[in-house]
């Protein structure tokens, strides 16, 4: 997805990064990034909140932050939906595929992690400001959310 990025002509002003997070902060001095974006990061790491706070520092002022994740919308109808399709179309194509491990790690992190609310307030505590939460559409709405947020501006 990066290098399809990369190779469009009207980017090639922009520099993209592809690395774990933990690992940005020995190559990258703060205010070092426009934006952000991470797909299915924060439930995967061991601080998420060290995360938060690392991606924070390393945007401009004003960046943009964009983190798409399974996290659950928090009624039980979101989770039973969820639970459903891992028990009866995730877990057994992850079985047939021989990972099955990994999709029941997906199914377990994604019921263990935060709600949608719970990971608005994160970003919130983080300092990010500006924080929205847009549902994904289709038999993901309550499972698969995007959230942007901002850094404050320069004072």
């Not at 060290?50 to 004003?62: E, F, N």
């Amino acid at each position: 997805m990066l290098e399809r990025a990369a190779a469009k002509p009207r980017l090639t002003h922009v520099e993209f990064v592809h690395a774990p997070a933990e690992a940005l902060a020995d190559r990258w001095a703060p205010g070092s990034f426009d934006a952000v974006f991470a797909g299915y990061l924060f439930r995967n790491v061991q601080d998420a909140d060290a995360v938060l706070g690392l991606v924070r520092r390393l945007l401009v002022p004003s960046g943009r932050l964009a983190v798409h994740e399974y996290t659950l919308g928090g009624s039980p109808v979101d989770r039973a939906v969820w639970n459903a399709v891992c028990s009866t179309i995730i877990r057994p194509a992850g079985r047939l595929a021989g990972d099955a491990r990994l999709y029941r790690h997906l199914q377990e992190s994604v019921n263990t992690f935060d709600t949608a609310p719970e990971f608005a307030g994160r970003l919130r505590r983080a300092g990010f400001q500006g924080v929205r939460v847009l549902p994904l559409p289709g038999w993901q709405t309550g499972i698969t959310h995007t959230f942007v947020g901002r850094t404050a501006q320069e004072t």
